[in-house]
């Protein structure tokens, strides 16, 4: 009966969502009607829908993983830098692209430059949303299957996948953008309402706790287990505990978000996405009117204050409390690559090979060296029910697929690595090329007597490859697998049979099924307007437009269920995920350049958009392949300043004779909003303030 309260919950969520959606747009008749809400969105349906559109799996997962991690509360620039620039896309960025009276961001690219560089951003621009489309679904899914399986019920990734893209799917046929945005409503104030209630049950949790992990040092990761003072409350020994992670500012080392970042680097994938991301800003482009629109976008800007507080804090609490667990859950990850380790290492002093080792073994096994635990199968393998994170459980037939290659590299991201492994570290050494690493910087304290001998291992490793002049290839060990926070907190902390757990799942798909609807939405929208209208059928009539506009919506969400079980595969979904974050990397510098200097430099000629946007995916491309160990954000940062040089050497050479003039082409009203600008402002002020308290010198 417990979870019964849950599953009603869950489901009344759903059909409230969907109905909802479907009921507020049953007239979409016309292409402006489908696609932009007839531009009729006011103010509190523009700010809760970009803000569920934006939200998913990926933030409450992705950020509050870094959240518990060495990262803390520094990944929170991803949302108060995007309160900033909210506000600067109101009011430098909306009014033009009202003016213009667009359906899509390429579109407006026609408007100021040249056809070609419409068509460019607009392939580019598709090809990254089909990669997206898949990504948030196999999040989502992930999520649901994961947690459906804590509670006993087994779900497939494949049925979960099927589950949101049939419920984004539908009400994105049925209405469009008002079918979203009317959706949003509720999604998105269950996002911040869901957060803030996992919020308050892991501060409660913490209050009860006798002891807790805590990060020592960012630079290093090391982790220490502290007893908690009994006369402390929940707030006190937060504080306590994770004051070094409340610091914005990472060291310029970092690999996940160095301070140098904080000035130039992230800001272009900032303002790239909520200025000119379509699936984004499709909802202001449907605004009743330019006030509507900037009200909108200004509280949107302030929910995104209160972000962190529902998803990051959670996170750091969560490793504080779940540190074991998380080390628990890296087993799996680690069992194939220390296998592999040990087969390249033979002469390793730190792993042993045991065959079906006995309950009695692996309980009694000691810390800092760790067994492979070669199984027939997985009954054998999950019979072991002992807790220790030394002994990693492996298939028979898995062990044997494992190949090692000469030039393998086997390295380590985080600084941890050495101190929880340093017999290993300078063991690692002396094997010929294959490199290990670890993802996060809490490796070395957690096992100090694996990194020496590993980093003596990668040394001789890399300079065997120079010798040979081959390319080392790179295997990840991990000490916490972060991106469980989430799932620790939900099955942890949210107490049982109320319907809380239901109404926070719920939550957490429509995190999922707002932005992939979005996506869909917006995909169909750039494919039906830029490029049928544009090229294939110029005269088509409303009524086919729209048609078009469904049956776009229908194979996109095709292709997001399908591609969403192929990314179980951890070879695939590693590279999948890896080429959506190098993807944007390949037009968002780009696409801001042009856009930017368009506005700014009226003289610039058409060509301009062209070349700028071609001259990033050049650049970026030779950057990568260059300089692999360039961080993503700072190379973001180089290619928009050449795009800029160049584009300003070409309007140097020849300008245009008359400056681009931004003809009127809408019929809504176009006065900008003073109380909006004044609240946009407080806005600024409020996460400049935060950035200060949360400094090095706001934490003394």
């Known amino acids: 009966m417990a979870f019964s309260w849950d599953l009603l919950v869950f489901i009344i969520f759903v059909v409230s969502v969907v109905c909802l959606g479907m009921l507020k747009s049953r007239h979409e008749k016309s292409d402006e009607d489908y696609f932009l809400a007839g531009r009729g969105l006011k103010w509190w349906l523009i700010g809760f829908s970009l803000i569920a559109a934006n939200i998913s799996t990926e933030q409450f997962v992705g950020m509050s ?103 984004a799917g539908a009400y994105v046929f049925a209405g469009g953008l008002k079918a979203c945005a009317w959706a949003d409503l509720i999604q998105g104030s269950a996002l911040i309402i869901g957060g803030a209630i996992i919020m308050f049950y892991a501060f409660d949790k913490l209050g009860g706790a006798t002891e807790a992990a805590h990060v020592v040092d960012v630079k290093t990761g090391a982790v220490a287990v502290k007893t908690l003072s009994q006369d402390s409350g929940a707030i006190q020994r937060f504080w306590e505990l994770n004051k070094v992670r409340m610091n914005m500012f990472l060291p310029k080392d970092d690999s996940i978000l160095p301070w140098t970042a904080l000035l130039l680097g992230l800001w272009i994938p900032n303002f790239y996405y909520w200025g000119l991301n379509q699936y984004i800003t499709q909802r202001t482009l449907g605004s009743a009117s330019l006030a509507q629109g900037q009200k909108g976008i200004v509280f949107s ?134 490199k290990f690493i670890s993802d996060d910087k809490s490796w070395k304290s957690t096992f100090p007597q694996f990194a020496a001998e590993l980093e003596t291992y990668n040394t001789a490793t890399e300079q065997a490859a120079k010798a040979a002049g081959v390319k080392v290839v790179e295997e990840k060990f991990i000490a916490y697998k972060y991106d469980t926070a989430l799932a620790q907190l939900l099955g942890k ?114 060509i301009c958009g062209v070349v700028g946007l071609v001259t990033n995916i050049i650049a970026y491309g030779v950057l990568k392949w260059t300089f692999p160990d360039l961080q993503f954000l700072n190379r973001m940062a180089i290619c928009f300043g050449l795009c800029l040089l160049v584009m300003i050497v070409i309007t140097i050479l020849k300008p245009l004779p008359q400056p681009v003039e931004f003809k009127h082409n809408t019929r809504i009203e176009l006065h900008s909003c003073k109380p909006a600008m004044a609240a946009g402002v407080i806005v600024i002020a409020v996460t400049l303030l935060l950035y200060f308290l949360f400094s090095p010198l706001g934490l003394l």
Not at 80 to 89: E, G, K, Y
Not at 141 to 162: C, D, H, M, V, Y
């Open 65 to 167: 993983g870094n959240a518990a991690s060495h990262v803390g509360l520094a990944i929170a620039s991803y949302e108060w830098m995007a309160a900033i620039t909210l506000v600067v896309v109101a009011f430098c960025f909306l009014p033009y692209f009202l003016k213009a009276g667009i359906y899509t961001m390429p579109e407006f690219l026609e408007y100021r430059y040249n056809q070609w560089a419409r068509l460019i951003m607009a392939v580019a621009t598709l090809g990254i949303y089909m990669l997206l489309l898949g990504a948030v679904t196999y999040s989502g899914a992930l999520t649901i299957k994961t947690l459906a399986a804590e509670r006993g019920f087994s779900i497939s990734l494949q049925i979960a996948a099927l589950a949101i893209g049939v419920i």
């Open 493 to 606: 902390v949210l107490p049982q049979g109320v319907g809380l757990f239901g109404f926070v799942l719920a939550a957490l798909l429509g995190a999922v099924v707002s932005s992939l609807a979005a996506m869909l939405n917006a995909a169909s929208t750039i494919f039906t307007m830029d490029v049928y209208k544009k090229y294939v059928s110029p005269q088509a009539d409303q009524k086919n437009i729209v048609t078009l506009g469904r049956i776009c919506v229908i194979i996109f969400t095709l292709v997001a269920i399908g591609l969403a079980p192929m990314l179980g595969n951890p070879k695939i979904s590693n590279s999948i995920f890896t080429i959506i974050q190098e993807g944007q990397g390949f037009i968002s510098p780009g696409i801001l350049a042009v856009f930017a200097f368009g506005l700014l430099s009226r003289k610039a000629p058409r």
């Open 301 to 434: 800007a302030f929910m995104k204050l209160l972000i962190p507080f529902v998803i990051v804090i959670p996170g750091i609490i969560a490793f504080n409390l779940f540190y074991d667990d998380m080390k628990m859950e890296a087993v799996t990850d680690n069992a194939p690559i220390i296998a592999k380790y040990a087969l390249a290492n033979p002469d390793t002093k730190l792993v042993e090979v045991v065959q079906s080792p006995t309950e009695q073994e692996i309980a009694s096994w000691p810390s800092g060296k760790f067994m492979i635990a070669v199984f027939a199968g997985d009954g054998e393998k999950n019979a072991v029910k002992e807790r220790n994170p030394f002994v990693l459980p492996i298939t028979r037939n898995k062990y044997q697929e494992l190949s090692v290659f000469k030039y393998t590299k086997f390295i380590c991201d985080d600084k941890s690595w050495k101190s929880a492994f340093p017999q290993l570290a300078a063991q690692q050494e002396t094997y010929n090329t294959t």
